[in-house]
């Protein structure tokens, strides 16, 4: 299996599986120098580590990385940082028997078809557990960027939506959902006790928001900065779809109201009036906050019986059990925040060395 690795210059390559014994990553092309230390890392990973809430997967992780090279005297040393991560509260057994069954909605089936061979066990490499490598990555990423602050919020679930008037970003790190709309909030709550209860599950939206990026990363035709974005919010598991600025919704729109006049401000630098285009025009950062959100489709491990085959190709019906996220949105956020962060500073760094 190719295909483990992203980034140019700043490069992570991720490795393990959900039931396996440990997960990491190595992150290849951080510059030397920068003060970091697992506490730095920690802070992300805690944010999305499983079982902080009734609301996730109870299983049970401390996600404590080590940082196993590219770190000496507490400041990198532009070497490769290998991090790892112990897998400590597996249940292989809850898999036992669907071991032969391929889960609807799951890549059981495509994982099978391209290479024989899957490992079963809470679906092996293709699980959401992998992403808390990337949140690993994300951490030294934003030690890459300095200035640069990349934040994400839930901003729906299901077909419920915050109230924008509402955003308090201080609120996204004070209830259980990333929110950023403390009375929606609550109401998310009785939403997900009745998912969770029927054994069911919902899909969520998220929207990361970067700030004080500088008009000029990114590059034209093939290095876009919006396209980069979304191909790495796109890897993210069960990620369906992904927009940039008003996305979908600027089809909608005349020429005149979807364009972002320019004008000087007091200082003498360019004043937006609007942010239609999320901060990113031809491909290049304008200077504005740059803006992205990305659909997560309900998880696919549920309790109720769902028609599919097995390895023989008999049908059959199927019921996941164990623990499972019944809105493995809620947990994307950080994870979104990540791969914003991982593309912003191989950007920064390929426009660093382009343009000096």
């Known amino acids: 299996m190719s295909h483990n690795t992203f980034g140019h210059l700043f ?30 890392i920690q802070t ?9 809430s009734r609301f996730t997967t109870q299983r049970q992780e401390a996600d404590r990385v080590k940082i196993l090279s590219g770190v000496f005297e507490g400041r990198t040393t532009g070497t490769p940082i290998a991090l790892l991560i112990e897998n400590e509260d597996q249940r292989s057994k ?119 990026v500088p008009a000029g990363w990114g590059a034209p035709i093939y290095g876009k900065l919006d396209a980069e974005l979304a191909a790495a919010l796109m890897s993210i598991n069960a990620v369906k779809g992904v927009e940039i600025g008003d996305g979908f919704a600027a089809a909608a729109l005349s020429g005149e109201e979807n364009a972002d006049e320019i004008r000087i401000g007091n200082d003498g630098q360019p004043v937006f009036s609007s942010n239609h ?3 990113i025009l031809g491909g290049i950062s304008t ?16 309790l109720s019986p769902r028609k599919t085959i097995d390895r023989l190709g008999a049908e059959t019906e199927i019921v996941t059990k164990g623990r499972h996220d019944p809105c493995v949105g809620i947990r994307a956020v950080p994870v979104g ?20």
């Not at 039931?19 to 506490?39: K, M, R, S, W």
């Not at 992300?44 to 902080?52: F, H, I, K, V």
């Not at 609120?171 to 009375?183: G, I, L």
Request: charged share 30%.
């Open 11 to 40: 490069r992570v390559t991720t490795f393990g599986e959900s039931h396996g014994p440990a997960i990491g990553c190595v992150v290849d092309g951080c510059p030397p120098g920068i003060a970091l230390t697992e506490a730095d």
């Open 277 to 279: 285009a999320g901060g």
């Open 94 to 212: 809850d898999y036992d028997a669907i071991k032969d069954k391929f889960r609807p909605g799951h890549a059981d089936f495509t994982y099978e078809a391209k290479y024989g061979i899957r490992d079963y066990r809470g679906g092996g490499r293709s699980s959401a557990r992998e992403t808390a490598t990337r949140v690993a990555a994300g951490a030294i990423a934003r030690k890459v960027i300095g200035n640069v602050r990349v934040r994400g919020a839930l901003v729906a679930i299901g077909d419920d939506w915050i109230d924008r008037t509402k955003w308090d970003w201080a609120e996204t790190r004070r209830n259980a959902f990333f929110s950023p709309d403390a009375d929606k909030a609550r109401e998310f709550e009785a939403k997900l006790d009745a998912v969770r209860k029927s054994g069911s599950s919902i899909g969520a939206v998220i929207e990361i928001v970067a700030e004080n």
């Open 337 to 356: 925040e990540a791969m914003v962060a991982c593309v912003l500073a191989d950007q920064f760094l390929r426009h660093r060395g382009q343009i000096g």
């Open 44 to 52: 992300y990973l805690d944010e999305r580590r499983p079982g902080t």
């Open 287 to 302: 200077g504005q906050a740059i803006i992205a959100r990305f659909a997560v489709k309900p998880t696919s491990s549920i």
